[in-house]
T-cell receptor
Framework: DGGITQSPKYLFRKEGQNVTLSCEQNLNHDAMYWYRQDPGQGLRLIYY???????QKGDIAEGYSVSREKKESFPLTVTSAQKNPTAFYLCASSISRTTNTEAFFGQGTRLTVV | DAKTTQPTSMDCAEGRAANLPCNHS???????VYWYRQIHSQGPQYIIHGLKNNETNEMASLIITEDRKSSTLILPHATLRDTAVYYC?????????????FGTGTRLTIIP
């Protein structure tokens, strides 16, 4: 089945450690996105990528890094520089080369830093 | 992208139509209205979108006013599984420049 997969669903890390969240899609979508969601709030854009080997900062990119070496994959690294990393992280993809297309979201990764 | 205003929360009886309003008074002529919903602890799910005509699909109907300054999402026969946060987004979908901006949405609770 086609879709977008995030793993793991729950992740625990010690403060000061870098951690990488996985996002894979088999929808052949050009565009991929990472969002952060805090309790009771909407989604905030961290990074997005329109094409392989290219990505742009979103609204809250500080303390995060990404790569887009393959069309199918857009991993997010939460670095030790991120001051408040505990949150729900959502990955999405969409066809960016046509208009009026919706985004498909993964089921999210809940990161807890202790 | 234009800002949207939605009520924080709404209740609806099971089996009745749920009508979720959204104000987007600063919408531009080339901006579309999109609706997504998010069930607790899951990723958002696309529902429907439109430009100026009313739209209907298997999930919902979207009614956009003639001046396009507001819209209403209609779930015709709400079920308990429709309990979720509903997001109204207006955006331009440009070639190579596409992103979504989510606000806090409307928390819809379906009452048995």
């Amino acid at each position: 089945d086609g879709g977008i997969t995030q793993s793991p669903k729950y992740l625990f890390r010690k403060e000061g450690q870098n951690v990488t969240l996985s996002c894979e899609q088999n929808l052949n979508h050009d565009a991929m996105y990472w969002y952060r969601q805090d309790p009771g709030q909407g989604l905030r854009l961290i990074y997005y990528s329109q094409i392989v080997n290219d990505f742009q900062k979103g609204d809250i990119a500080e303390g995060y890094s990404v790569s887009r070496e393959k069309k199918e994959s857009f991993p997010l690294t939460v670095t030790s520089a991120q001051k408040n990393p505990t949150a729900f992280y959502l990955c999405a993809s969409s066809i960016s080369r046509t208009t009026n297309t919706e985004a498909f979201f993964g089921q999210g990764t809940r990161l807890t830093v202790v | 992208d234009a800002k949207t205003t939605q009520p924080t929360s709404m209740d609806c009886a099971e089996g009745r139509a749920a009508n979720l309003p959204c104000n987007h008074s600063t919408i531009s002529g080339n901006e579309y209205v999109y609706w997504y919903r998010q069930i607790h602890s899951q990723g958002p799910q696309y529902i429907i979108h439109g430009l100026k005509n009313n739209e209907t699909n298997e999930m919902a109907s979207l009614i956009i006013t003639e001046d396009r300054k507001s819209s209403t999402l209609i779930l015709p026969h709400a079920t308990l599984r429709d309990t979720a946060v509903y997001y109204c987004i207006v955006r331009v979908s440009n070639f190579g420049n596409e992103k979504l901006t989510f606000g806090t949405g409307t928390r819809l609770t379906i009452i048995p």
